[in-house]
């Protein structure tokens, strides 16, 4: 544990002070509420949070969170699954900030249709699938610890900077659809690719300082809409999924790793899910 005044990650009340987050699909409605939880990180102030969020249209930061400066960062979808773009990112961030001490891969929802049955998957549908849903986490367990491990023993050019003077990051994956019936095949493969990114990058991150968990997450919904469905009679509020987040951002959880939380209301726990295919 790092005592100094100028950094610690595991500070007692949690906060994510002078920390820099990335913030992938940050126009899906979970996205922008891990945006505003971080946000929420930048008092007292004397600190700052500063979140670098990959999207066109973000949020804005409560006026109680003015320390916290939200960035866009468009990139061709889908994004990041192209490897290139992750690098341009984070070497734009390094750039500008000096630092990475946070990656968030948000979900991309579930089509609304209903998805191809195992015999009109294709291919190309496939590919698509991963492209869209599992290459993100991916790349940035394979290209943002490096950048995680980068100190920076001199105050960054951002207002109330802090140094880095120990290795520390934290990668968190967002799985959405747990709990979602008729997610055919194709779905559970993807899910199945982003569980193994995180178990397998367990033994990646060994000695780095970088943490990687997962959040799995049910039935999601603006506010909380009812459902029989449920064994907590409702689907999840945004801000519910990124408090779970926030935590695995945080020093809270630092002894968590390689681990899974699922957040759906129950769901799960009432046995396993009959897929039609």
């Not at 969020?53 to 468009?74: C, E, F, G, V």
């Not at 998957?121 to 991916?138: M, R």
């Not at 995680?148 to 105050?155: A, E, T, V, W, Y």
């Not at 695995?248 to 899910?273: E, I, K, R």
């Amino acid at each position: 544990m790092d005592s100094t005044d100028e950094f610690s990650p595991y500070r007692e009340d949690g906060k994510l002070y002078g920390f820099v987050c990335v913030v992938t699909g940050a126009s899906h409605p979970i996205g922008q509420a891990i945006i505003q939880e971080l946000a929420a990180c930048d008092h007292p102030p004397s600190s700052n949070t500063t979140t670098t969020a990959q999207s066109t249209s973000l949020p804005s930061p409560s006026p109680s969170h003015h320390l916290t400066k939200i960035i866009p960062y468009p990139t061709s979808p889908p994004s990041p699954a192209v490897e290139h773009e992750t690098l341009a990112l984070i070497d734009e961030i390094l750039a500008s900030f000096g630092r990475l001490d946070i990656w968030i891969c948000s979900p991309i929802p579930l089509p609304s249709s209903p998805p191809p049955s195992i015999f009109s998957t294709t291919t190309p549908i496939l590919h698509s699938l991963f492209e869209t849903h599992a290459l993100g986490p991916f790349f940035a367990l394979k290209h943002a610890p490096a950048a995680m491990g980068k100190l920076s023993p001199q105050k960054g050019g951002y207002p109330n900077a802090v140094r880095k003077t120990q290795k520390y990051g934290s990668i968190i994956t967002v799985i959405g659809g747990e709990g979602e019936k008729g997610g055919g095949v194709g779905y559970e493969m993807v899910r199945g690719a982003v569980l193994g990114v995180v178990k397998g990058g367990v033994g990646v991150l060994k000695g780095t300082g970088v943490r990687g968990n997962a959040v799995c997450v049910g039935f999601v919904g603006e506010g909380g809409e009812e459902r029989d469905d449920v064994p907590l009679g409702r689907a999840a509020k945004p801000r519910e999924i990124a408090r779970v987040v926030g935590f695995l951002a945080s020093g809270f959880s630092s002894y968590v790793t390689g681990a899974s939380l699922v957040v759906d209301g129950g769901v799960s726990a009432m046995g396993p899910n009959i897929v039609p295919i």
